[in-house]
């Protein structure tokens, strides 16, 4: 157990429905980072927070995702008008030193 | 751009026997950080290892060890005594940005090691 919770782990929606993905980091490390693995695939970064701020949301995969960190704690993703292309796994991390440590992610399906 | 190569989709290893999962990478920078991670089916991210560029000693953390090979730009992890419970995948990774300061790994394709009774 890495210390960073992910909520739900498991996520079943039918295609167009919006959902959000919660992730409490190790609450003294100020970096969150949310990733997505698709299945034979490693994790693609797709943003990241310093505390509060976003400071890079360019890889996100299109203007149906967003993602927030109110007040430098937990984080949210959010995915509006789901696709099938969107199932996969959502990962979140947050960084000490020189390690990453990652939750245990949210698996997506979209039907 | 940086990039992670895993060349082996998947390797198989008798269990109590050494095995060598290989890992290149490429930078431009002179300050960089590599990762390697294991991935069970359960679906974890399970951290492993990690070697600093400018480490001199090649990092080990009980069983695992990083054969670190900078002019070569090669990072390949060595599991030493295989056992049963290290079948899953394995990922190699770096930072990503100048010197690392962004922080996000960029990863490869991952390594699928099944440990043979």
């Known amino acids: 157990d890495t210390g960073v919770s992910q909520d739900p782990r498991h996520k079943i929606t039918k295609r167009g429905q919006n959902v959000t993905f919660r992730c409490d980091p190790i609450s003294e490390h100020n970096r969150l980072y949310w990733y997505r693995q698709t299945l034979g695939q490693g994790p693609e970064f797709l943003t990241y927070?310093?505390?509060?701020?976003?400071?890079?949301k360019s890889r996100l995969l299109s203007d149906r995702f967003s993602a927030e960190r109110p007040k430098g704690s937990f984080s949210t993703l959010e995915i509006q008008r789901t696709e099938q292309g969107d199932s996969a796994m959502y990962l979140c991390a947050d960084l000490p030193l020189n390690e990453q440590f990652f939750g245990p992610g949210t698996r997506l399906t979209v039907l | 751009a940086q990039k992670i190569t895993q060349t082996q989709p998947g390797m198989f290893v008798q269990e109590k026997e050494a095995v060598t999962l290989d890992c290149t990478y490429d930078?431009?920078?002179?300050?960089?950080?590599l990762f390697w991670y294991k991935q069970p089916s359960s679906g974890e991210m399970i951290f492993l290892i990690y070697?600093?560029?400018?480490?001199?000693q090649n990092a080990t953390e009980g069983r695992y060890s990083l054969n670190f090979q900078k002019a070569r730009k090669s990072a390949n992890l060595v599991i030493s005594a295989s056992q049963l419970g290290d079948s899953a995948m394995y990922f190699c990774a770096m930072r990503e940005g100048l010197g690392g300061s962004q922080g996000n790994l960029i990863f490869g394709k991952g390594t699928k090691l099944s440990v043979k009774p």
């Open positions: 070697q600093g560029s400018y480490d001199e």
């Open positions: 930078t431009s920078d002179q300050s960089y950080g």
């Open positions: 927070f310093q505390n509060e701020a976003q400071l890079e």
